[in-house]
């Protein structure tokens, strides 16, 4: 009896604090629109860093390319 009784308090405790996997976390996008702080011909590269949340400062090479030559996949 005591060692059931010890099974569920155990798996009580586990599921109470346990980290569920169902619970979202909020990310922040490479696409999000920032306003270009720098005089680019073709515009400033829109990659964004995932540690700090700030817009790559280079220029983009090419007209209708996104993103600067570091940063093209």
């Not at 680019?40 to 700090?52: D, E, F, L, M, V």
Request: glycine share 6%.
């Amino acid at each position: 009896m005591k060692s059931k009784l010890l099974v569920v308090f155990g798996l009580a405790v586990t599921v109470l604090f346990a980290n569920p996997s169902y619970v979202s976390t909020t990310s922040t996008t490479n696409l999000a629109l920032v306003e270009t702080s720098q005089n680019c011909h073709y515009g400033q590269c829109k990659a964004i860093a995932k540690s700090t949340g700030k817009q790559c400062k280079h220029c983009i090479s090419n007209a209708g390319d996104l993103y600067c030559w570091q940063h093209k996949r």
